[in-house]
């Protein structure tokens, strides 16, 4: 087992150079356009690891540290009615007003607190990675997938500490962050999608074939459900650092491969769904842009997607449309808001 984690460790540091050669070919690319928009990338880039990586580990590591599960059955009880202790000061269990005039320190009771908590959990979950999901799948560049997989997890991290009232031990924090390592390392290199070519095969119709683009676009949702399984991984593997009082071992803490798949999909399934339906209408829609869909295949398919949503607001609609094109390809959405004001004028 030592050797294996060690072929990984040597593997990941490949995989991160892929990473930093595709951070060059954003800058080269935005050098192309202007010096200005390549010193303008780096600077944003600065603040994005700043504000959304740095501060974030900072305030994870000033949250009390709680008590994480045993491999002792008889210390059990004792971590339960200390966990449960804990969680009568907790912040959105007071917010829900959650009655603890009929919770005792036992097993039963501490079921009854961690359902609520496992249901809000659950929310977040579902928010995160389904952003997640689009970010990532509009994000042509393994380094932009890189960093926003490590920002979303650890803010998912510290969403979950502070949801549970505490952080793990430095310890288990630190086996917490290797999995985030890993997981930027596979997401941000961009080659773990060509192994989930299955998972979407249901997309790849004769009629589907007629899009421009579509092996591209396949691509693309592929890149992104890949992290938003990866995503889902480590946010099961805190909640159960958290939740969980008592384990054989540690790979109890570790869900199944099938158990993450299954759970990234129904997370994802409204969007991909979603997705389908477009690129179904776009096989018989006879006024595609094909310009458009050369420069940003993803994000004009996207677009189409959030443009027949109708529970959305007309202008948070068009905000994300404007998302979607940006992040997907900045210089053709500039060229297509230039040539827009153009034929205003």
Do not use: W
Not at 9 to 19: A, G
Not at 114 to 129: D, F, P, T, Y
Not at 268 to 288: A, G, N
């Amino acid at each position: 087992m030592k050797y294996i984690k060690k072929i990984l460790f040597f593997v990941s540091l490949f995989l991160l150079y892929i990473i930093f050669k595709e951070f060059l070919q954003l800058y080269v690319y935005m050098k192309n356009v202007h010096p200005y928009a390549a010193y303008g990338t780096l600077v944003i880039i600065a603040f994005v690891f700043l504000y959304f990586v740095i501060i974030p580990i900072i305030k994870i590591i000033k949250i009390p540290k709680n008590f994480g599960p045993t491999t002792d059955k008889s210390k059990e009880p004792a971590l339960i009615s200390q966990r449960i202790e804990n969680f009568r000061e907790n912040e959105f269990l007071k917010s829900q007003n959650f009655d603890f005039l009929e919770i005792n320190n036992d097993k039963e009771s501490y079921n009854r607190i961690i359902k609520v908590l496992s249901k809000q959990a659950a929310e977040i979950r579902k928010n995160h990675v389904s952003q997640l999901f689009y970010s990532t799948a509009i994000a042509q560049n393994g380094f932009l997938d890189a960093i926003l997989i490590l920002s979303a997890s650890i803010n998912h991290i510290k969403e979950i500490f502070l949801l549970y009232n505490g952080r793990v031990s430095n310890r288990d924090l630190i086996a917490i962050g290797k999995r985030v390592y890993y997981s930027m390392a596979i997401g941000g290199s961009e080659g773990v999608e060509y192994a989930t070519d299955e998972i979407f095969s249901k997309f790849a119709t004769d009629s589907l074939k007629s899009i421009p683009f579509i092996d591209k676009i396949l691509t693309s949702i592929a890149d992104g459900f890949v992290n938003a399984a990866l995503l889902t991984r480590i946010s099961y593997i805190t909640e159960n650092y958290c939740k969980l009082t008592y384990i054989e071992s540690e790979k109890d803490i570790y869900p199944s491969v099938q158990f993450i798949f299954n759970s990234a999909k129904s997370i994802t399934s409204h969007i991909i769904d979603k997705l389908k339906e477009t690129l179904i209408k776009m096989t018989v829609d006879r006024s595609m842009n094909f310009t458009l869909i050369a420069v940003n295949p993803i994000g004009y398919v996207l677009g189409k997607s959030i443009d027949k949503r109708e529970n959305i607001d007309p202008m948070k609609k068009e905000r994300l449309k404007d998302h979607a094109k940006l992040v997907g390809n900045p210089l053709a959405y500039g060229l297509e808001k230039l040539f827009k004001s153009l034929r205003k004028k």
